[in-house]
C-alpha cells in the first residue's frame, strides 16, 4: 500500500481564496483524521471520521472550515475564506479499528501559508 | 481536559548514548498511549502503542513504559544513533472517546 496520501504538499494562496486539501487514507482503514500542526499550538485535532460518517468536528476552529468524506476513499477539508493564521501544516491520518481508534497512520501532510 | 507534557523540549546526546524520553499525562482514564517519530518536513510514523492493560512495548532499539495510575510514560532509546535525530511524540487517546491528544514533541539530535 502506498500509505496515506495528501495532495497538494504544499499550497501558497492569498487571504481569502478557497483552499481545499485532499486525502487518501490507506485501503480498508475505517477511521480518518485532519488535524493541524503549527508551531504555537503544536498537534491539533480538527475532525475525525468513522465510516466516513463524522464523529467529533469539536475541533474545528470556525466555520470557515469543512471537511467531507464522500466515500471510504477520499476526504477533503476546504478553508473559505482563508486568513493567514491558517498557515500551518495540514495532516491526514488513518487508521483500522476493532470498535477503537488503534495505531494512526500519516500522511506526509499539506503545507499551507496564506499571505 | 487532558493535557500531555513531554520532557525535555530538546535533547543533545553523542552517539552510542542510551536516553530516555518523559511524557506526562493529566487524565489516567486513558484507552492507550502511543509514541510517534517526525522528521523534519514530513508525517508521523508511529513507533510504539501500549494498550492501558500494558506496562511496556519493545521493538528493537526502543522500548516504551507505560504507568497509566501516575501519568507518565517514558521512551528508552539504546545505543542512539544519528539517524535516530528527529522530533519524538507521545500522544493518547481517551477511554471516553477516539480523540488523541499530543504532547508539544522533544528533539532529538544525536551527534556522531
Known amino acids: 500500500d502506498a500509505g496515506v496520501i495528501q495532495s497538494p504538499r504544499h499550497e501558497v494562496t492569498e487571504m481569502g481564496q478557497e483552499v481545499t486539501l485532499r486525502c487518501k487514507p490507506i485501503?480498508?482503514?475505517?477511521?480518518l483524521f485532519w488535524y493541524r500542526q503549527t508551531m504555537m499550538r503544536g498537534l491539533e485535532l480538527l475532525i475525525y471520521?468513522?465510516?466516513?460518517?463524522?464523529?467529533?468536528d469539536s475541533g474545528m476552529p470556525e466555520d470557515r472550515f469543512s471537511a467531507k468524506m464522500p466515500n471510504a476513499s477520499f476526504s477533503t477539508l476546504k478553508i473559505q475564506p482563508s486568513e493567514p493564521r491558517d498557515s500551518a501544516v495540514y495532516f491526514c491520518?488513518?487508521?483500522?479499528?476493532?470498535?477503537?481508534?488503534?495505531?494512526?497512520?500519516f500522511g506526509p501532510g499539506t503545507r499551507l501559508t496564506v499571505t | 481536559k487532558q493535557e500531555v507534557t513531554q520532557i525535555p523540549a530538546a535533547l543533545s546526546v553523542p552517539e552510542g548514548e542510551n536516553l530516555v524520553l518523559n511524557c506526562s499525562f493529566t487524565?489516567?482514564?486513558?484507552?492507550?498511549l502511543q509514541w510517534f517519530r517526525q522528521d523534519p518536513g514530513k508525517g508521523l510514523t508511529s513507533l510504539l502503542l501500549?494498550?492501558?492493560?500494558?506496562r511496556e512495548q519493545t521493538s528493537g532499539r526502543l522500548n516504551a513504559s507505560l504507568d497509566k495510575s501516575s501519568g507518565r510514560s517514558t521512551l528508552y532509546i539504546a545505543a542512539s544513533q544519528p539517524g535516530d535525530s528527529a522530533t519524538y511524540l507521545c500522544?493518547?487517546?481517551?477511554?471516553?472517546?477516539?480523540?488523541?491528544?499530543f504532547g508539544e514533541g522533544t528533539q532529538l539530535t544525536v551527534n556522531p
Open positions: 491520518a488513518s487508521s483500522l479499528s476493532s470498535g477503537r481508534v488503534g495505531e494512526q497512520y
Open positions: 485501503s480498508g482503514h475505517d477511521y
Open positions: 471520521f468513522n465510516n466516513n460518517v463524522p464523529i467529533d
Open positions: 487524565d489516567s482514564a486513558i484507552y492507550n
Open positions: 501500549i494498550q492501558s492493560s500494558q
Open positions: 500522544a493518547v487517546e481517551e477511554a471516553s472517546g477516539s480523540r488523541l491528544t
